[in-house]
């Protein structure tokens, strides 16, 4: 065998080691590459998925996102217009805060004024507290002297009063005297009896009014009044018709249990008013 | 003698060896084989294992390892 062609036998063999080796690790690392490759796909599907789902999850986020933007602009809008009317409150109370303050300071002048003004009228005050504690001394004392006058004048008016009243029984009695004597003297005695015999006295402390007043065919003027037997009144009792003053006479002729009706007595006087209403008393 | 290459007389001519047709398939299979580790070299490079330097084309990817140059 030629030299040459050993050396290419020799030559082959060791190239076919190098190739076996060779392809047993480019067998090998290929399928590692190929599983890995598959791996990798699969992570990059399952990370397809994640990312599709972030997507659509991000669409709805971001289209609520952009909802709220759109809100919260308007939000920022209506805050802008609040902040301007604010802003132009603001600017209006300033200038009347400044006024305030001129005003404040002229107040406080005027305090000080005011002040000094009040001090001089307490002074003052002060000055008048003495004279109308004089004032009021002697007013007591007046008041006093004009109630001391006045307790004077009232009893003095209750003895007029009681003067007037028997001033005005003597009239009565003169008036009756006269009535009588110029019936005659005979008729005057009669008359006496009948006045101590025929007119009882009514109960003291009685007191009554008018409740009705009617003339009789002869003209003679009868009353009514609003108490009767129940009250001790009789027949032929003599009772005062009053109305600050004495008035006239009655002569009760018919009592029932709470009303009488009696004749009106004027002594002789004319143009006399009796009126619903008036005090029927005993005596004055 | 003829073993060291002596020419022993009466002994037969020795014939020299000659390139012959089996010399020329082994120089036809020597340029595949070279050919074939050359591509074999080249894309065992590609998917060899990183940092494997001169080697890598004969190197294995660790299990569950695969780091490649590029």
Not at chain 1, 147 to 160: C, H, P, Q, Y
Not at chain 2, 42 to 62: R, V, W
Request: net charge negative; hydrophobic share 40%.
């Amino acid at each position: 065998m030629h030299i040459v062609t050993k050396f290419l036998v020799i030559l082959a063999a060791i190239l076919a080691i190098t190739l076996s080796g060779m392809t047993i690790a480019y067998t090998s690392n290929a399928s590692a590459v190929a599983d890995a490759l598959q791996t990798k796909e699969n992570q990059l599907s399952a990370s397809k998925s994640a990312v599709n789902e972030l997507t659509a999850r991000s669409g709805a986020e971001k289209e609520s996102l952009i909802q709220k933007n759109s809100a919260l602009e308007n939000q920022i809008s209506t805050l802008q217009a609040q902040i301007a009317s604010y802003q132009t409150d603001n600017a209006r109370l300033s200038t009347e805060v400044s006024d305030q303050k001129t005003a404040s300071a002229l107040h406080a002048a005027q305090v000080d004024e005011f002040t000094a003004i009040a001090q001089t009228y307490a002074e003052v005050n002060k000055a008048q507290s003495g004279e109308i504690s004089d004032l009021r001394t002697r007013t007591l004392d007046m008041a006093r002297r004009e109630i001391e006058l006045t307790d004077r004048i009232n009893e003095l008016e209750g003895r007029l009063q009681v003067a007037v009243e028997t001033n005005r029984s003597l009239q009565e009695l003169n008036v009756e005297l006269r009535d009588q004597l110029d019936r005659g003297g005979n008729a005057i005695s009669g008359a006496t009896a009948n006045s101590a015999e025929g007119t009882l006295r009514a109960p003291q402390n009685f007191t009554s009014s008018i409740t009705a007043i009617r003339t009789d065919e002869s003209g003679n003027v009868l009353i009514q009044i609003a108490a009767g037997t129940n009250d001790r009144l009789r027949e032929d009792m003599k009772l005062m018709i009053v109305r600050g003053g004495w008035l006239a006479n009655v002569i009760l002729e018919r009592v029932d249990e709470n009303e009488s009706v009696g004749r009106v007595n004027f002594l002789g006087r004319e143009g006399v008013d009796i009126r619903v209403g008036d005090r029927v008393l005993p005596t004055l | 003698m003829s073993q060291f290459g002596m020419q022993m007389p009466g002994a037969q001519r020795a014939r020299k060896a000659r390139m012959n047709v089996y010399t020329a398939i082994m120089f036809c299979a020597v340029l595949a084989l070279l050919t074939a580790n050359a591509i074999a070299y080249l894309n065992g490079s590609i998917i060899a294992p990183k940092d494997a330097g001169a080697m890598g084309p004969l190197t294995i990817h660790e299990k569950g390892r695969v780091s490649i140059a590029n």
